[in-house]
């Protein structure tokens, strides 16, 4: 059985925390479908490096958000232009299969005449140009699927806000984010408010998965509201503290992402290493960064430390040369 989940809170570290709620708490027994809007908001990848990704300036003076999340892959701007869905359910399958719960949606919105399809690795498009970016987390078999849908939303904060990777802007010959996104509204066969698109998408949505409201007191919200405050409301989770690495290397991978890699090496030994970017990883980093502390900086100790590694657990898609040139 499916349950639904329509949060009345605009603040994105509760909608975040209640999804982890969702995810944690709530009988695995069942799946989940949430809506839910933001007020101003960057929600950053878990994997990014929140000073690279955002405009902090401008995020400061418009008063904006900015919450990491739990899933990899990129950040995304939320306005109450913004319609947010997430599943929860079995992950079942192969890992980051984003078609699945992206369909649904797709089928909601060609009932509406617009021409969406779902793109590239986690995108929905509308004639070549993204409203959808799609990420998920995935532990102990469930999954936790969550995916925007630009409605109405100001595409010159969009811009503003989040700078764009020189990385990926020469990798897929990108001019601006500006270009690169659109609103679903104007491709519409006929009109209406983003509340009566939510509207209209939850009924679609309810309907193809039978889904039932999750009783009134199938949340506990103080939990969520510990959750919020302890985790999603910190500057440490939110932003955390880089240190002053003596290597830093960024390179965009095709079909994996954007990799940062910070490194410190004494007397050519790994020091200390992170990694950061808006790629998706089945695996904590902190596993592979430790395999990595303490190794001589060369190709056959990397290669030796990680023979039994799978890449592709903790990058997505990428191979063992790419992390390699990467590293060295």
């Known amino acids: 059985m499916m349950y639904y989940i329509r949060s009345k809170n605009y603040d994105a570290s509760f909608n975040l925390a209640l999804e982890q709620y969702v995810f944690d708490e709530l009988s695995s027994a069942h799946s989940y479908l949430m809506l839910w809007q933001n007020a101003n908001a960057i929600i950053i990848g878990k994997h990014q490096n929140t000073m ?17 999340r739990l899933s990899g892959g990129g950040a995304v701007y939320h306005d109450m232009g913004n319609i947010n869905f997430t599943f929860v359910t079995d992950a079942g399958g192969e890992a980051f299969d984003f078609a699945g719960f992206c ?11 617009v021409n969406a399809e779902v793109s590239g690795r986690n995108d929905m498009t509308i004639n070549g140009l993204k409203f959808s970016g799609n990420s998920q987390y995935i532990k102990k078999g469930r999954v936790m699927h969550h995916g925007t849908i630009l409605f109405d939303s100001d595409l010159t904060v969009v811009s503003e806000a989040l700078r764009v990777s020189k990385d990926k802007i020469k990798s ?3 001019k601006s984010k500006r270009s690169l996104v659109t609103n679903v509204r104007p491709h519409m066969a006929g009109d209406c408010s983003a509340e009566q698109f939510l509207e209209i998408l939850e009924i679609g949505l ?3 998965f039978e889904a039932q409201m ?11 509201r510990s959750l919020q405050r302890l985790v999603y409301g ?10 002053a690495y003596n290597i830093h290397r960024k390179r965009y991978f095709e079909n994996v992402g954007k990799i940062e890699l ?22 904590d980093l902190n596993e592979l960064e430790g395999k990595l502390i303490g190794l001589k900086l060369s190709e056959a100790s990397v290669r030796g430390a990680l023979v039994h590694v799978s890449v592709d657990e903790y990058f997505r898609n990428l191979e063992m040369e790419d992390l390699l ?3 060295l």
């Not at 910190?234 to 240190?243: A, D, F, K, L, Q």
């Not at 410190?264 to 998706?280: K, L, S, T, Y």
Request: hydrophobic share 40%; no cysteine.
């Open 234 to 243: 910190t500057w440490e989770w939110n932003y955390g503290s880089s240190p």
């Open 214 to 224: 999750l009783p009134g007191d199938g949340i506990d919200i103080e939990k969520v």
């Open 172 to 174: 897929k010959g990108i």
């Open 103 to 113: 369909y649904p949606v797709v089928k909601v919105l060609q009932s509406l005449g």
């Open 325 to 327: 040139l990467l590293l």
């Open 52 to 68: 690279e990704e955002i405009n902090a300036d401008y995020v400061k003076e418009h008063g904006i958000q900015v919450i990491r």
């Open 262 to 283: 910070y490194m410190e090496v004494v007397d050519g030994r790994v020091e200390a290493i992170a990694f950061f970017g808006d790629f998706f990883a089945v695996r």
């Open 206 to 208: 309810k309907e193809q």
